[in-house]
């Protein structure tokens, strides 16, 4: 898909990794929609710098815990651009929480957050992307692919982002493809002491922890090069699930 002058909505695109691939976006020339939810400020600031780089961008807020939120976002979206080519569903929460520790509540948020906003997000945008012959990318994470019993809820509903990529993937195909990529740790919470993230860095097999634009990288050869790609999740760790 050749990006330039079409319109790419990023979710949770205020700051760290949404920001980076709202920017890498820009990058390519793409007319942005930024979402977030809290971080108007960032929001802002991510729009500012995407304007400086000569393309057009809006902001958009809504919490997309709320299925209805989520459904109308890609319409809000495609009124103000005249169309949605690309939706990264990056928004997210990593809570950390054993069996134990789970609440109902807490479980429900999980995965109102992390994996029904997805599918509500995609549904309420298909109109647009079908009619672009669109692309979507989800962002699962490696814990989706391996179990972290401290953060059993996050896990769960991290694997059901890679099923639901690969159901959509095949109930939009032809017309429209959906990937996603799980990250290991590219940045990891900023409440993290330098002894974790030294450890984690050290038990890689690539020997460091990741960057937003390791995840960016793959994004974009998902939207640019991979065009005979769908329903595929493309792990991007350092190789911490080989070793
Ligand atoms: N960082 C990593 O190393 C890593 C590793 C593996 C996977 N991932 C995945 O990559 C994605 C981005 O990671 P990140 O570290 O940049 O995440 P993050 O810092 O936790 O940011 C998540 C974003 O999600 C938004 N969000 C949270 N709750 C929301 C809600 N109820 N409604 C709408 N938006 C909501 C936030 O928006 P506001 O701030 O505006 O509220 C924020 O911009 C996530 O899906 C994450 O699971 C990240």
Redesign the pocket.
């Given at each position: 898909m050749r990006l330039t002058s079409r319109v790419a909505l990023v979710?949770?695109?205020?700051?760290?990794?949404?920001r980076a691939i709202a920017l890498a976006l820009a990058g390519r020339g793409m007319r942005v929609a930024i979402h977030?939810?809290?971080?108007r400020a960032?929001?802002d600031g991510t729009a500012a710098a995407i304007r400086q780089l000569g393309t057009e961008c809006d902001t958009f807020a809504?919490?997309?815990?709320d299925a209805e939120a989520a459904r109308a976002l890609g319409p809000r979206v495609a009124a103000r651009f005249g169309g949605l080519d690309v939706l990264i569903n990056?928004?997210?929460?990593?809570t950390r929480a054993s069996i134990e520790e789970t609440t109902p509540e807490l479980w429900d948020e999980v995965m109102n957050?992390?994996l029904r906003?997805a599918f509500f997000t995609v549904q309420g945008a298909l109109p647009s992307l079908r009619a672009a012959k669109g692309k979507v990318v989800n962002?699962a994470?490696?814990g989706g692919l391996e179990p972290w019993p401290k953060y059993a809820a996050h896990c769960i509903s991290?694997a059901g982002v890679v099923m639901l990529t690969k159901t959509l993937a095949r109930a939009l195909a032809p017309d429209i493809t959906v990937n996603a990529v799980a990250?290991?740790?590219?940045?990891?919470p900023d409440e993290w002491s330098d002894a974790a993230r030294k450890h984690l860095a050290s038990t890689t097999p690539l020997g460091r922890l990741g960057s937003p634009a390791d995840v960016t990288a793959a994004v974009l050869y998902l939207l640019e090069g991979g065009d005979y790609v769908t329903g595929e999740t493309i792990v991007v760790d350092g190789g911490r699930l080989i070793r």
């Open positions: 979710t949770g695109a205020g700051h760290r990794v949404g977030y939810n809290r971080s960032d929001a809504a919490d997309l815990g990056s928004a997210g929460i990593m957050v992390n906003s962002l994470d490696v991290k990250p290991g740790a590219v940045l990891p």
